[in-house]
């Protein structure tokens, strides 16, 4: 439904800090709540973030909690994943999706992939020690 395109991956050492951006091709970005994954090699997917289509409430994983932010600007079709802290178990490649119009900003199921229905193509994220 939407075309999504992640930026902003690159190699930092730990303790570092990078700011991933997707920015969604579609005119209903802005009734969509926004997601951001990861995946590391020999992993499933795994959800890291989550904001509602108006920016109102995020969720977060634990292991990321405290360290990342996500926020958006629905005036530039934006997302974006602010990471303070990196450390190697980050490392992954990081996909923004676009949840289901169905789901809305439901409460729950924000860490299950099936329930995003546009994902980017990703950008990697390499945190060494």
């Known amino acids: 439904q939407l075309q999504l395109v992640e930026s902003g991956g690159g190699l930092v050492q730990a303790g570092g800090s990078l700011r991933l951006s997707c920015a969604a091709s579609?005119?209903?970005?802005?009734?969509?709540?926004m997601g951001w994954f990861r995946q590391a090699p020999g992993k499933e997917r795994e959800f890291i973030a989550a904001?509602?289509?108006?920016?109102?409430?995020?969720y977060y994983t634990d292991t990321v909690k405290g360290r990342f932010t996500i926020s958006r600007d629905n005036t530039k079709n934006t997302v974006y994943l602010q990471m303070n802290s990196l450390k190697p178990e980050d490392t992954a490649a990081y996909y923004c999706g676009a949840r289901g119009e169905v789901w809305g900003d439901s409460l729950s199921g924000w860490h299950l992939p099936e329930r995003y229905d546009s994902w980017g193509q990703g950008t990697q994220v390499t945190v060494s020690s």
């Open positions: 904001v509602t289509s108006s920016g109102g409430r995020t």
């Open positions: 579609g005119r209903t970005f802005s009734s969509r709540a």
